[in-house]
């Protein structure tokens, strides 16, 4: 299939087309060659933890079930009936063994078989395989974090996630077990506007001194530094789409562990104390002021430092982000402040989450107006460096994120 739009011609190394952001041709190219071919993020396994758990996800718009099945095994099955194609499951989680579609009750084992419809008598001869849940067809679960990919083969999840599994590992040993429990459940926010802002703006550490800049004062932690011209942070590109906005470097100048949001050491000492249990006191101390990562991956997971967010593009003009507390095995007292923190600031009447979406709203109606066409991505061009592994870096606030999203982007619409 040749593309709908010639994309060499709407991406720039330092520029982008607007059209890009509205134009509902490209969101259904987008929709074939990102959401339905690679890897995208699906769900944690935490979210399944026994046999015959489920979640209802969703990879781009199309609803799946992410089900720990009758076999222990973690798989993905389409959330739709194969009999007249209504959606099959309505809830959003549960356990159960099988699902029994609303509409004319076939049902259909938690593996994804079809066992049996109703009034069997009109079935003679019909053959019951033919008539499976589709399945996505590849699965990848790194540390816990599954992605799913509806393509029968390309790269593997390991090779696609790359640099940005540090990252995943960097998230992991703020656990004094190693591991992420996703149990706080998630809020849905439904914005109008393209996914795509959401992906630039994750990583973005030129707007929050202006978007957020309130909240840095109200908090008196000390974290707007990050985003001023002093700041030692980093932004990052990873290739494959994924960017970083490493605040490590900032955090180890001032050296005071767990600063998220005025949280420290001496405030959560349960938590201090497993982990000098776990790791040693020199590490313990050096991971807990390195904090957890600040990670795009593409397209659709942001680790984002005290939570958890999922895009889910559902129209050109519609995206839902869902948000949930990171929490961390063996970690009661550091999960019940993260949980606090992350209702303060993305819940209902979040802080953050409010100014940004504010923002992504703004974007998209900007975007549709015609006079310039262009957006510019030439912030730190000039300063543009390399790290020990050779992925780019900039200052905080350049726009290096943003150009690494855009020549992937280019690479998969093109390819
Ligand atoms: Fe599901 Fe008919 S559409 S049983
Ligand atoms: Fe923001």
Redesign the pocket.
Known sequence: MSPVRDYRRLIEPTRVHSALYYDPQVFQEELSRIWYRGWVYVGHVSEVPNRNDYVTKSIGPTPVLMVHDRRGDISLLLNKCPHRGNQLCAYSQGNRTSFTCPYHSWTFANSGELIGYAYADGYQGADKSQFALGRVPRIGIYRGFVFGSFAEDGPSLDDYLGGAKASIDQLLDNSPEGELELTAGFLQHRTKANWKFMLE??T?GY??AF??GSIFQVAESGIGNLYSPASTALTRDFGNGHTEFDLRPEWRRSAKPLQWFGTDAERLPGYAAAMTAAYGAERARQIMIDGSPHTMIFPNLFIAEIQLFVLQPVAVDETIQHVTALQFKGAPELNRRLRQQTMGSVGPAGF??A??TE?YERNHRGALIRDPEWVTLIRGLHREGRDADGFRIGHATDEVPQRGIWRHYLDLMTS
């Open positions: 703006n994750e973005d707007h929050p978007v957020h953050l989450l100014d940004d923002m």
